[in-house]
């Protein structure tokens, strides 16, 4: 990279700045993953009839075209993209899914798989529509597009298996009382190999992961400190899910609109390389949050100060990130690597 990043640590690096112009200064072929969330045609002040629809899609297809272009042949896109209704009328937008058939048509990716990510918690709106009228449901669910270069992207289901459920635990351990090993009529064919132990069942993909973060190191410094936090933030375990499906240690993770930097403090966690972009430096500036678990607030002053400063490129490479609040991450064992990318 020939800009300086704002900040760096032992595995990742956090730029300021237009993510095509970033983008650009990446070599073809150079990453493993990009996960991300961009604005959403919600948030973009404008109404969602189909003129507008198809100006989003034109607006992200220069994005989507550098990502291909980075991306390694076995590596992949996650996007993240969240539903709109049309203006004043109870109509959803078909945004998300015109950039979906863009981005395979014009483009040139494959759609690996369709995920639905479905936040519980997440309040009922639009308010008109659902709670005044009462004529919609709440909108819960965000499509996340899987997308590849090729047919044979790089991926392991074995490393996101999930708990097996009470019934299928009874099965295994005496499965010759819940089912005969034979072809059924739906044409499926239950062997005697049905009842193994895999250590975990295949994950489905609807994703069920509530957005309920309230007392984050993120969220609390933003609030001690007095710097406005990110409105839009996805939940540690989204972008955990698909960095390791898709990903190995070592690998290198990119999240061209990166907010308050969940991708990369994820996949420090993870122990992958990592980079992010962000055109608002304000939410960059705040995002190290998520790295200064246990120091003091003045430490956290004089680190926000640097940080603020033209021309800050601070190191956090003396930085262990706190994995606590990251399931299922294994501490022991990890391994230090520079982040010296290219």
């Known amino acids: 990279m020939k800009s300086n990043p704002l900040y760096h640590t032992n595995k990742g690096q956090a730029y300021v700045g237009n993510s095509l112009d970033l983008l650009s200064e990446l070599p073809s072929g150079s990453i493993d993953l990009v996960m991300t969330s961009p604005p959403f045609a919600l ?75 479905y936040n519980p918690a997440k309040l009922p709106s639009p308010i008109e529509w659902v709670n005044k009228r009462k004529i919609r449901v709440k909108d819960s669910v965000n499509t996340v597009w899987w997308f590849s270069k090729t047919e044979f992207p790089k991926a392991d289901v ?9 019934r299928m635990k009874k099965l295994i351990e005496n499965p010759e009382n819940f089912y005969l090993p034979k072809r ?20 489905s993909n609807l994703l ?22 990110h409105p839009a933030r996805f939940p540690l375990d989204l972008p955990a899910f698909f960095i390791k499906m898709l990903t190995d240690e070592g690998d290198v993770v990119l999240d ?8 990369g403090f994820v ?22 949050f ?12 004089e680190i926000i100060c640097e940080l ?7 190191s956090l490479c003396n930085v262990k990130c706190n994995l606590k609040p990251v399931r299922e991450i294994k501490q022991k064992g990890e391994q230090i690597i520079q982040s010296s990318f290219f």
């Open 256 to 263: 061209i609109f990166s907010g308050s930097n969940t991708t």
């Open 184 to 203: 059924r009529p739906s044409g499926h064919d239950i062997s005697s190999s049905f009842g193994k132990d895999n250590g975990g069942a295949i994950p």
């Open 290 to 301: 998520r790295f200064l678990e246990g120091y003091s607030i003045q430490e956290i002053k």
């Open 43 to 117: 948030r973009r002040q404008k109404t969602y009839g189909n003129v507008e629809e198809t100006e989003y899609a034109n607006w992200i297809k220069p994005f989507g075209k550098e990502v291909f272009r980075v991306l390694k042949e076995s590596g992949s896109f996650v996007l993240d993209l969240g539903g709109a209704y049309r203006l004043g009328v109870p109509s959803r937008s078909l945004y998300n899914f015109r950039v979906l058939l863009m981005f395979c048509d014009e483009v040139g990716f494959h759609l690996a798989e369709d995920f639905y990510w």
């Open 308 to 314: 603020q400063k033209e021309g800050a490129n601070y």
């Open 267 to 288: 996949a420090e966690a993870l122990n992958r390389k990592w980079l992010s972009f962000e055109l608002d430096r304000d939410y960059l500036v705040s995002s190290v």
């Open 208 to 229: 069920s992961i509530p957005n309920t973060d309230s007392n984050s190191s993120y969220l609390r410094l933003c609030k001690e400190i007095g710097i406005e936090r």
């Open 158 to 166: 074995q490393k996101v298996l999930v708990p097996y459920s009470d």
